[in-house]
C-alpha cells in the first residue's frame, strides 16, 4: 500500500513540477511570455566591494607603516575571534531555552496523557497542548511583527547581502534580538520548524554588528573606533558570521567555511578563507565546551560539538556480517537520490505557490492577520499530532538499543519513547516520532533498532511533509534544515524497512535514514559541496562521504530539471536583483553598449552647490560619473568665467598625458583596418600642428569628430528638457563619486568662494569622510542657510578616479564576470578615446534585463 502511495507522489511531483519548468528557448524568443514573471526590484541598493582609490584613503595608504598594517590586522582576527564566540554562547541560549521549554511541555502534556488515557479526559491533554503551542507560537508571531525581516530562516536575505544586494535591516541589532528570541518560542510551539536557519541568519548579524561597536537602536553610544568602515569590510565579517552560525548549529566548522563560500559569497579572496574558518572553529569550540560541561558535568570534554548532532554510527559489537554500507548500496542511493530531487521539486513548487498566495492576500491585509495565520497552523498542526500519534502502533520494547544510546544530551534515547495509549512492554512508534523533539525523532530513525511500521512511516512522511511545506513562510523566525531532514529520514528508514522485509536484504537502516534525509534536504535546498560536509562532520564517519556526495547530486540534478532551490525562489519571490554564477551562453550575442544606462546626471570637478542640491534631490541614483566637456573655443571661456577656467585647466591636466599616448601609438593602431582607432588617427595625424607639444591633441581630435555641440556652463543642472543633440555631447570621464559622499561634502562645507582658489576648501580625512557609515545623512538633512549657493565644491579630491570600466564593445560574458567578481555597483561605459557614454549596474546584469534585451536583439535582427 505504501509503495503505491509514493508512487502516486512521483506521478504528482512530475505533473505539478511541469508548470514550473524554466521557460523554453521560445520565451527569449518573445513567443510564450510569461504573465506571472516577477521581476528583480529596482528600490534594493548594492553594496559596494570596491575600494574608493580617493586622495583621503591614498593618504592612509601612505602613512600605513609596517606597525600599523600587523596592528590591524590583529584588530580584524581579534573581531573574527570575537565573532565566532558570540555564535558560540549564542547557540548555547538557544539550545537551553528551546531544551527547557520543551521539557517542561512534555512532562506536563505526557503526565496528562497517562492519566487521561484511563479517565477518558484525553479532550483535556489536547487543551493544554494546544495552550502551550499556541501561546508560544503568538510570542513568536508577536515578535517578528516588531521587525518583519526576522520571519523566515533569513538564509534567502543573507545569500543576497553576500550577493551584493543591501536589504533593509536585514542585519539589525532588532531583528537579531527579535530572531533570537523569537525561534525559542517557535521551535518549542510546535511548529515544524528548525533553529538551524535562523542561527546563520543570527550570526551573520553579530559578524555585521561587532565590528561596527555602534548600533541606530543605541544611536547615541558611540565608540572611537575607526576600523572597518565599509561594505567591502563588512561583507566579509558577515560571510564569517553566517559560517560560525553553521558551525555553531552542526557542529561543522569546515561545512560552515564551505557554506558561506557556495551559497553566499560572490567574491572571495584568499586571506579571508582562513578567518572565516578560525571563526567557525571558535564557535564550534565555545558552544561544543560550555554544553559538554553543562549536560556532563565534564568541563573542556568537548563530547557535543553543534546543536544538531547525529550521533556516532556503528554496528552492534560482534555482528561481523553487519556493514554501514556496500557498493549494491549505491545503487539504492541513487534512487533515492531521484526520489529525493523529485520529492523537493514537489515541496518548492507547493511552497512557491502558498507565497504566492501570501504575498497576494495575506501581506497586504493588517497585520495581525499574519498571526492569525501563525495561530492557524499552529492549532493544525498540534490536533494532527495529537490524533496521529493515537493511531501509532504498539511495538515491542525487548528489541535491543545497545549500540548507541546517547542522544545530543545527556539522555538516552530510549528516553524519549513513547507508550501512549500501549501497554507494558511495547510503545507507540507514531508518539515516539510526533511527541518528542525534532532531534530527538531524528535520533529514534538513525539509531532505533526497534522497527517502526510501514504505515506509521508512510503516514508520518505524508503529514510532515505537507504542514512542514505550509509552515515554512508563516510570519515566525523558522528553519528548514531539521523539518527536511526528519522528513527525509522517515522516507530513507521506509525504504530500508521495504529492502529488509519485502527483498530479506542484510542492510543497516541508519545509513539508509541518513541518505534519505540527505536526499530530501539535497531536492529542497539544492545545495552540494557544503552539504555533503555538514553531514559528513555531523555524523562524524568519513566513509559516508561517496554515498552522501552521490546522493546530493543525483536529487539536485532531478530537482534542477523542474525548478530551482527553496532559497533562489524566496529570493526571486522578493524580487531581489540576485546575480548568478556566471549568464548563458546565448548572452555572448550582447555587448556592454546593449544594456548600459545611456540617460547619465553627471557633475562636473568643480560644481556650485546650488547644481549639486539640484542634483541630490531630484535623483536617486547613488553614484556620479566626474566629467568635463569637450567643446570649442576653451581659451575663450577660459578668461570669462573661472569656475570653467578650473574645469577645463583639470581636463587638460588629465587628459593630456592620454593624448600623448595616442599620438605614440598611432602608427601600431594603423595596421587593424577596421579599427575606429585608426580612422580617428588618421584625423589626427592630418589635422594636428605641431605648435604645442600636445597640448590640443586630443581636443581637437575629439572636437573634429563631434563638433558642433552646444555648450552648457557647469553650474547649470542636468535637465529632462534637454535635446538629443544636448544628451549626447561627448563627456570625457575623469572618475566616479557617490551620493553619500557629495552629502557629507555639502554638510560639512567643504567648498570655497567664487573670488578664491580650490586649495583655499577645507579637506576631511578618511576618517571624517566614513564616520557616519553605515547610514549616512540624507540630502534633506542639509540645512541650505548655512550654505551660498553660488559656492563652488571641488569634488576631484575625494571622487574614485580610477574604476573598473568596459568598452562598449565587451561581451556580457566579460562585463559579468568583472562586475560580479570584483564586486562593483556602478561600472561605467568608456569608449576608445576616454569618453563616458554609459553605465552598468546590477539591475543591467539581471537575468530577466538580461533576456528582455536578448529579446529585443531578436527581434530588431
Excluded at 595616442?662 to 587593424?672: A, D, E, I, N, P
Excluded at 566579460?814 to 563616458?836: C, K
Aim: proline share 5%; glycine share 6%.
Amino acid at each position: 500500500m505504501y509503495i503505491h502511495t509514493y508512487i502516486i507522489i512521483i506521478v504528482i511531483c512530475l505533473f505539478v513540477c511541469l508548470f514550473d519548468y524554466p521557460p523554453s528557448p521560445k520565451t527569449i524568443l518573445g513567443e510564450i511570455p510569461d504573465e506571472e514573471q516577477i521581476l528583480p526590484r529596482k528600490d534594493y541598493e548594492s553594496l559596494d566591494y570596491d575600494r574608493c582609490i580617493s586622495e583621503p584613503y591614498v593618504e592612509v595608504l601612505e602613512g600605513m607603516d609596517n606597525k600599523k598594517a600587523k596592528k590591524y590586522e590583529a584588530v580584524h582576527w581579534m573581531m573574527v575571534f570575537a565573532i565566532g564566540v558570540t555564535v558560540g554562547l549564542l547557540g548555547l541560549f538557544v539550545d537551553f531555552f528551546v531544551r527547557l521549554f520543551n521539557k517542561l511541555k512534555f512532562t506536563v502534556v505526557g503526565d496528562s496523557i497517562e492519566k487521561c488515557s484511563d479517565k477518558g479526559c484525553l479532550s483535556l491533554s489536547l487543551l493544554e497542548l494546544l495552550a502551550f503551542n499556541m501561546t508560544f507560537v503568538f510570542i513568536a508571531s508577536v515578535l517578528v511583527l516588531i521587525e518583519p525581516v526576522a520571519a523566515g530562516s533569513g538564509i534567502p536575505e543573507i545569500k543576497s547581502y553576500l550577493n551584493g544586494v543591501k536589504i533593509p535591516g536585514i542585519v539589525r541589532l532588532r531583528t537579531f534580538l527579535c530572531k533570537a528570541a523569537g525561534v525559542l518560542f517557535s521551535v518549542a510551539g510546535g511548529l515544524f520548524v528548525g533553529k538551524e536557519g535562523p542561527m546563520i541568519h543570527s550570526g551573520a548579524i553579530v559578524g555585521a554588528g561587532l565590528p561596527q561597536f555602534q548600533s541606530i537602536t543605541f544611536r547615541k553610544i558611540k565608540f572611537d573606533f575607526p576600523y572597518f568602515r565599509s561594505d567591502r569590510d563588512k561583507r566579509d565579517f558577515v560571510s564569517a558570521g553566517a559560517a560560525a552560525g553553521v558551525a555553531a548549529a552542526f557542529g561543522a566548522p569546515i561545512g560552515g567555511t564551505l557554506f558561506s563560500l557556495e551559497e553566499g559569497s560572490s567574491f572571495w579572496n584568499q586571506a579571508l578563507t582562513w578567518k572565516v574558518l578560525f571563526c567557525s572553529m571558535s564557535a564550534t569550540f565555545t558552544l561544543n565546551f560550555f554544553r559538554s560541561g553543562i549536560n556532563f558535568s565534564k568541563w573542556g570534554s568537548f563530547q557535543l560539538p553543534g546543536l544538531l548532532n547525529f550521533g556516532e554510527f556503528k554496528c552492534p559489537d560482534g555482528d561481523k556480517n553487519c556493514h554501514l554500507w556496500t557498493a549494491v548500496d549505491l545503487a539504492f542511493f541513487v534512487l533515492m537520490g531521484v526520489v529525493g530531487g523529485l520529492l523537493g521539486a514537489l515541496f518548492n513548487c507547493m511552497n512557491k505557490n502558498l507565497a504566492k498566495y501570501r504575498i497576494r492576500h495575506i501581506h497586504p491585509k493588517a497585520k495581525f492577520i499574519r498571526v492569525l495565520e501563525s495561530l492557524l497552523v499552529t492549532m493544525v498542526t498540534t490536533i494532527v499530532i495529537f490524533a496521529a500519534s493515537m493511531l501509532g502502533e504498539c511495538r515491542d520494547l525487548s528489541t535491543p538499543t545497545a549500540h548507541n544510546t546517547t542522544l545530543a544530551g545527556s539522555e538516552d534515547i530510549n528516553s524519549t519513547i513513547r507508550q501512549f495509549f500501549c501497554s507494558n512492554k511495547t510503545y507507540n512508534d507514531m508518539a515516539t516520532l510526533f511527541f518528542n523533539p525534532q532531534e530527538a525523532a531524528i535520533h529514534q530513525l538513525f539509531h532505533q533498532d526497534g522497527t517502526f511500521s510501514p504505515v506509521t512511516l508512510s503516514v508520518f512522511f505524508f503529514l510532515y511533509f505537507l504542514l512542514a511545506c505550509w509552515t515554512y513562510g508563516v510570519s515566525v523566525p523558522s528553519g528548514l534544515f531539521v523539518p527536511s531532514l526528519l522528513c527525509g529520514a522517515a522516507f530513507g528508514r521506509l525504504v530500508a524497512n521495504v529492502l529488509k522485509v519485502k527483498l530479506g536484504m542484510d542492510i543497516y537502516s541508519g545509513t539508509f535514514a541518513l541518505i534519505g534525509a540527505a536526499a530530501f534536504l539535497g531536492g529542497v535546498v539544492r545545495m552540494t559541496i557544503s552539504l555533503t560536509v555538514i553531514l559528513i562532520e555531523s555524523t562524524n564517519e568519513i566513509t559516508y562521504g561517496l554515498p552522501i556526495m552521490i546522493t546530493l547530486m543525483v536529487a539536485k540534478w532531478t530537482g534542477d530539471f523542474f525548478n530551482k532551490g527553496i532559497y533562489d525562489i524566496h529570493i526571486q519571490l522578493r524580487g531581489v536583483p540576485l546575480l548568478e554564477w556566471e549568464t548563458e551562453v546565448e548572452m555572448d550575442r550582447l555587448t556592454a553598449s546593449d544594456i548600459m544606462e545611456t540617460n547619465l546626471t553627471y557633475v562636473y570637478p568643480h560644481t556650485r552647490v546650488q547644481s549639486l542640491v539640484s542634483i541630490l534631490r531630484t535623483t536617486v541614483y547613488h553614484a556620479f560619473p566626474v566629467v568635463t566637456e569637450n567643446r570649442q573655443n576653451e581659451r575663450d571661456f577660459m578668461k570669462g568665467n573661472i569656475l570653467i577656467s578650473n574645469n577645463i585647466h583639470f581636463k587638460k591636466s588629465s587628459v593630456v598625458s592620454r593624448a600623448g599616448e595616442q599620438r605614440r601609438r598611432c602608427q601600431s593602431m594603423k595596421s587593424y583596418p577596421s579599427s575606429e582607432l585608426r580612422n580617428v588617427c588618421d584625423e589626427q595625424s592630418a589635422a594636428v600642428e605641431p605648435s604645442e607639444e600636445g597640448e590640443d591633441l586630443l581636443q581637437q581630435m575629439l572636437e573634429r569628430r563631434h563638433a558642433p555641440y552646444p555648450n552648457l556652463y557647469p553650474d547649470q543642472s542636468p535637465s529632462e528638457e534637454w535635446t538629443m543633440e544636448e544628451r549626447f555631447r561627448p563627456l570625457t570621464f575623469h572618475g566616479l563619486i557617490l551620493r553619500s559622499q557629495l552629502v557629507n561634502l555639502l554638510i560639512r562645507g567643504v567648498c570655497y568662494a567664487e573670488n578664491q582658489s580650490s586649495t583655499n576648501q577645507p579637506r576631511l580625512s578618511y576618517a571624517e569622510m566614513t564616520e557616519d557609515y553605515p547610514r549616512y545623512p540624507d540630502i534633506h538633512d542639509l540645512d541650505l542657510t548655512l550654505l551660498s549657493p553660488r559656492m563652488i565644491v571641488d569634488v576631484t579630491p575625494y571622487m574614485n578616479p580610477c574604476p573598473y570600466t568596459v568598452s562598449p564593445n565587451a561581451r556580457i560574458s566579460q562585463v559579468f564576470n568583472l562586475f560580479r567578481t570584483m564586486g562593483l555597483r556602478h561600472l561605467p561605459v568608456v569608449n576608445a578615446v576616454g569618453e563616458i557614454v554609459g553605465i552598468i549596474t546590477r539591475h543591467n546584469l539581471t537575468h530577466e534585463f538580461l533576456v528582455a534585451k536578448l529579446r529585443q536583439h531578436y527581434i530588431t535582427i
